[in-house]
């Protein structure tokens, strides 16, 4: 492959390295620590053809490997040639980066990385690994190499940033400064320097557009305990963002730079030895090594907890974009009942109409992630995204699962419901209902304060087990409030161990599945509140937490073995359907769809065991 030779041609190019390598690690990755990148930073796509969102290239003078977990196995043999090997993270036998790394180079070797591409703890961890071999990590930080053979890379976007009113954001920037300088000075620190998009688009109360689904816009602050240093493009800051941001008072309290390294590192290397300044261990190796470790608080940045926690009008908000959402998915699933046998949709004009009934509702701005639009085989592609070359149709003989979302200015959804238009085998309805189940325990569970998800992960996984089943992706995930689809600190996951405890506030996603390589794909998917739980005791008065269902959407009976429910189970989900029928319902009467309603009477009806 071409583009591999152009780079292995770089590692031994002096205008570029300091030294030659050995090897170059390319992470999935921008400055910002983004999961969802602007086309100018998808240089894994470019270098190997692989487009999932969770990647780690190594490239080595004769071999290239790249390294997924379980959502995009089935992509990653599809999308990579011949030239690439592809490591199954998290399988059984296969090592992972680092295990790599200490076996297989020859002792002595110099692997690069770009610095301001790779966090502070994995630049540590894979130069320990190195070292136990006699290699060393480098930092190649004059120019990205894969950068150097993009010929033709994408400009960075610079899309217009508008100011978010008082009636959705609920808490001004100026109210979110004194908390966050609070925090500085209980943990003894000068100033917070953060560094991911989401966290400042919050902070800020501005929302973008330069990541595709994602309201956030390139940049940096600097939070010190009596300034505030805003790093972005100057065409980005309309009359409207200055009069917001007060800069054009005379004691205007925010200061604005461009947003480049130079004047960023200027401004970083200013604070050296003024004090402790904070900056998470999540951020990139590259900026961490402008500070002295001794000065430099590693603690995950104060903005993501109080992001993730959401206030009552973000909570009012969101509550209310999932019942405008719901009349959309409700409208395009009753729509699918006759859609489909006439045999000419296909996975992407099926996602297109779904877009555009969403694109009816009041303050949509846009879709939340590509849809998964993906029917029969396609459905077992965790995250699948369908194109005019593998899209298959939609028909009356195959599942299909539609995992999707909308922006919109009072709220962030994502839902996913999985049909069968035709008539299920009695294996897709086990396998269904034991999904069910498992959505159904977790939205049930009842759970101490300061629980972590990796505790409650097992809880939606137990029926699947029970019958030797699994599913290759982690239960939850957390949601930002007309932000990021996909936010920390909080997640539902085995390899959770590491994330923030969950809190009352907090948004996550409930979506246990199964997967049938090769045949289909099942997920129920909701977005949940976490609040408190009403409970006989109250241990130590530690507090429980439980959670409110978001989502209301109904689940397709027909795919249902009410057998194999429990009676809990069964009224957890008639009474589930009551509210998709009565809240949703109310709305579908308000807006006039009128067959709509009906079509939801009659898929929220009672289930009853035979």
Known sequence: MQRLKDLRACFSNVELVDQPLDAYIVPYNDEHEDED?????????????????????????????????????????????????????????????????????KSGSTVGVNPFLIDKKLYGQLTKALKTNGSTLVPVAKQHLVDVVWKKRPPRPTNPVMPLGLEYAGTSWQDKASLIRSKLKDNKCIALIATELDEIAWFFNLRGSDIYCSPVFFSYAIIGLESLSLFIDAKQVSDEVKSHLGLNTPHGEVQVFPYNSETLKEQIMSLKGKGRVWLSDKAMFGLHSLLVDDDTFTDESPIQLAKAVKNPTEIRGMRNAHIKDAVALCEYLQWLETAVPGGNLDEISAADHLEKLRSKQKDFIGLSFPTISSSGPNGAVIHYTPTEEIKRKVTTEEMYLVDSGAQFKDGTTDVTRTVHLGTPSQFQRECYTRVLKGHISLALAV????????????????????????????????????????????????????????????????????????????????????????????????????????????????????????????????????????????????????????????????????
């Open 37 to 105: 990148l602007a086309d100018c930073d998808k240089r894994i796509a470019f270098i190997s053809g692989f487009s999932g969102t969770s990647a780690t290239v190594i490239v080595t003078k004769d071999a290239a490997l790249l390294w997924t977990d379980g959502r995009y196995f089935l992509q990653a043999e599809r999308e990579l040639d011949e030239s690439w090997t592809l490591m199954k993270d998290g399988l059984p036998g296969v090592p992972t980066l680092e295990e790599w790394l200490k076996k297989s180079l």
């Open 447 to 610: 759970f101490p304060n300061q629980t972590k998800g990796h505790q409650l992960d097992v809880i939606a996984r137990q029926s699947l087990w029970n019958v030797g089943l699994d599913y290759l992706h982690g239960t939850g995930h957390g949601v930002g409030s007309y932000l990021n689809v996909h936010e920390g600190p909080q997640s539902i996951s085995p390899k959770a161990v590491e994330a923030a405890a969950i809190e009352a506030g907090m948004i996550l996603s409930d979506e246990p599945g199964y997967y049938e390589d090769g045949e289909f794909g099942i997920r129920i998917e909701n977005l949940v509140l976490v609040v408190p739980a009403s409970t006989k005791h109250n241990f130590k008065s530690k507090g429980f937490l439980t959670f409110e269902a978001l989502t209301l959407v109904p689940m397709q009976q027909k795919l249902i073995d009410v057998s194999l429910l429990t009676a809990t189970e069964l009224e957890w989900l008639n009474h589930y359907h009551a509210m998709c029928r009565d809240k949703v319902g109310q709305e579908l009467e308000k807006q006039g769809k009128q067959g709509v309603l009906e079509w939801l009477k009659r898929e929220t009806s009672v289930m009853t065991k035979a």
